[in-house]
Each structure stands twice: as C-alpha cells, then as structure tokens.
Nanobody, 127 residues
C-alpha cells in the first residue's frame, strides 16, 4: 500500500511560480513511476506530467511543456512539480499518482494505469 500526500498548493498571480510536492509512504518508492494530474471544476481529470522511477524519463502535456518541471528525490520519497509562468487556466486541484514499474524508463500518461492517488492540492491562479 502506498500513501501519497500533496502539499504546496495555494493562490498565485498569473505569471508567478509555485512548487507542489507529493510525499510517499512506500518502502520502495524508487520502484514507482509517478505522475501529476489536475482537475478543474466541471472538467475531467487530465494528465500533466510523469517521471520514471529512475528520474531519467519525463513527459509533459503540451499545455505545460516548457513551463512545468517534474522531479523526484528517491531518498526523501518525494516528487515535485515546479510550475512557472502560471496562467489562470492552470487553476485546478493537482493530484499525484503512483504505479509500480519494473523498468527504470517506464512512464505513463494514462490515469487509469495508476494504482495510488493522493487527496489533491488546490492551485489557484488569479488574472
């Protein structure tokens, strides 16, 4: 069983930056591919970014590419999402998710492939 706890959300002006974190309880955190997803009011949950357990592979949604950076610290069992140049359309609840993977290069953009989810953290970008 893996427990995920997000933190770091808040209110920021457009153009600003924010970093959200996700702390995991897994004993073998370094064996999990991690992903960030978001859900805005009235919309479906959408993929944001993913990182392999080795950290060597990452992938981003087109809407955040060049502005967001996903990273992980396997010693601290934490995954981060650094968000720069934020836009009002980035306003959403941000969720981290984990899926066990045997490959150090495995990444996944599909929410249904993830087995564990955090409770989410609200990010609000004002115009």
């Amino acid at each position: 069983q893996v427990q995920l706890v997000e933190s770091g959300g808040g209110l920021v002006q457009a153009g600003g930056s924010l970093r959200v974190s996700c702390a995991a309880s897994a004993r073998t955190f370094s064996s999990y591919c991690m992903g960030w997803f978001r859900q805005a009011p009235g919309q479906e949950r959408e993929f944001v970014a993913t990182i392999s357990w080795s950290g060597g592979s990452t992938y981003y949604a087109d809407s955040v590419k060049g502005r967001f950076t996903i990273a992980r610290d396997n010693v601290k069992k934490t995954v981060y999402l650094q968000m720069n140049s934020l836009k009002p359309e980035d306003t959403a609840v941000y969720f981290c998710a984990a899926v066990f993977s045997r490959s150090g290069s495995y990444i996944d953009t599909r929410s249904h492939e993830y087995d564990y989810w955090g409770q989410g953290t609200q990010v609000t970008v004002s115009s």
